[in-house]
């Protein structure tokens, strides 16, 4: 039996503590999450030993919260993919300028942006902002697929409650990198099997 974890925190708190700079733990849809505030977002990378040069995904409770932080030209497409899959375990990978985008995928000018089907994560989200994610787990190994699991690779983080967290499908999300006007390229295989 797996013990629970003890810094678990209801939606409202933990929000404020997300936007005090604090990195927290998450259920999502598909795979348990490691968060911080976008403006926060550099210690994803030192808690979770993953190279700089790998981006972060930015997660918000709706497709206007995201798509805002995107380039128009993407919009109109990007708002018929979100329509469609979202929420859902689909990532849009959209073209972006702005302190968001550099804090999330540094050097670049794009954004991976997705609405998670978890209410419990939806719930945070609403009250947080859009949060910068990457999966639970150390870089090299297994993702987690629980509270305890998750908390057990990153002992002492805040972890959204309630506890047990809603079952993952223990697959990451589609990862889609708009290429031009109604062009899509895949970047990974996942959870959601998107008509191009």
Known sequence: MELLPTAVFEASVLASRLKAGSAALLPTDTLPA??????????????????????????GASSDQL??????????????????????????????????????????FTLGVRVPDCGVIRNLLERSGPLATTSANLT????????????????????????????????????????????????RRGAVLPEL
């Open 34 to 59: 490691l968060a911080a505030a976008p403006d926060h977002a550099a210690q994803l990378w030192t808690l979770k030993r993953r190279p700089s040069d790998k981006p972060l995904i930015l997660m």
């Open 67 to 108: 798509l805002e932080l995107t380039s128009p030209l993407a919009f109109e497409d990007a708002c018929l993919m979100a329509k469609r899959y979202w929420p859902g375990a689909l990532t849009l990978v959209l073209p972006a300028s702005g302190m968001v985008a550099e804090a999330l995928n540094p050097g670049a």
């Open 140 to 187: 090299g190994f297994a993702p987690t697929c629980s509270a305890e699991k998750a908390a057990a690779c990153f002992p002492g983080l805040p972890v959204l409650g309630p506890v047990p967290w809603p079952v993952p499908s223990g697959l990451a999300s589609t990862v889609l990198a708009w290429q031009g006007a109604g062009c899509w390229h895949v970047l």
